[in-house]
């Protein structure tokens, strides 16, 4: 029996923009070059939420100052591994250190109606049952900036 897995990870919205930030994963990760939140696996002893802040350090290089969600904006079921992923709130659009942390190929910011066609399946899922919320969340906070 195979064990189970837990993931988290940081969805990130630009409030001044309204857009999202996504990566695009390194042809060596499983789902190659498709596009995905932030985020990977909980080490021993730290909770899913620690781990989703710290994998997004991880993978960004990022090191300002944001706002994570209190509770989990989506949960991900798919096999073995179950994912976990926060809205991570920025005031303002950042760079992602590709090549420092050597964690994916690119990333982007990107408009809810105009993603990347060659996203995970799991973030397919999260985009497509939560969209509605994502754009509730991106028009109230675009309205106090």
């Known amino acids: 029996m195979s064990e189970n897995r837990i993931a988290a990870g940081v969805l990130p919205i630009c409030l001044k923009t309204g857009r999202i930030c996504l990566v695009q994963r390194a042809k060596n990760q499983s789902h190659p070059e498709s596009w995905a939140s932030f985020g990977g696996s909980v080490e021993n002893g730290e909770k899913i939420k620690e781990a ?19 509770s989990f904006i989506y949960k991900n079921k798919d096999g073995d591994l179950t ?53 509730n969340i991106i028009e109230f906070y675009s309205k106090k900036h």
């Open 52 to 70: 989703a802040h710290r994998e997004f350090r991880e993978e960004t290089l990022y090191f300002g100052s944001y706002k994570l969600s209190s």
């Open 83 to 135: 994912f976990y992923t926060y809205l991570g709130i920025f005031d303002e659009e950042f760079e992602v250190d590709i090549e420092g942390a050597n964690e994916g190929m690119d990333y982007g910011w990107f408009e809810l109606c105009e993603l990347p066609e060659n996203i995970i399946p799991g973030a397919k899922k999260m985009f497509e049952s939560r969209k509605k919320y994502l754009q």
